[in-house]
């Protein structure tokens, strides 16, 4: 299976269980990797035939700064969900870290793996 890839995708918005953490947008930097076949977009080199990862990027900008959830793993599984809706996408793995949030850490997160069925 092929693999397209959205890398250190920045965004700002509430996440987090503390008042604190709920007061203002913070940093959170998300990863994504679709599992698809991007063969046909290979061979006619036509977006039409493929997953337009820029879509995908923007709407999951969207997502991340108006959820306002209080979990990483909740906003986790909200990208893997917006990113399985997509045709062709057949599996995702999604990595949503808060730099910063833990003392002498680069960042902290999660990192899940999601197909089709786990949300039928």
Known sequence: ???IFI???MA???IGI???EREQPQEIRINITLHTDVRSAGKHDDIADGVNYRTIAKKTLALAESAGRQTVEALATDIARLCLAEPGVQKVTV????PGAVRFSGSVGVEIDRQKVDFA
């Open 1 to 3: 299976m092929d693999k």
């Open 7 to 9: 890398k250190d995708l």
């Open 12 to 14: 700002r918005g509430i």
């Open 18 to 20: 503390n008042d604190w």
């Open 95 to 98: 990595r949503v870290e808060k």
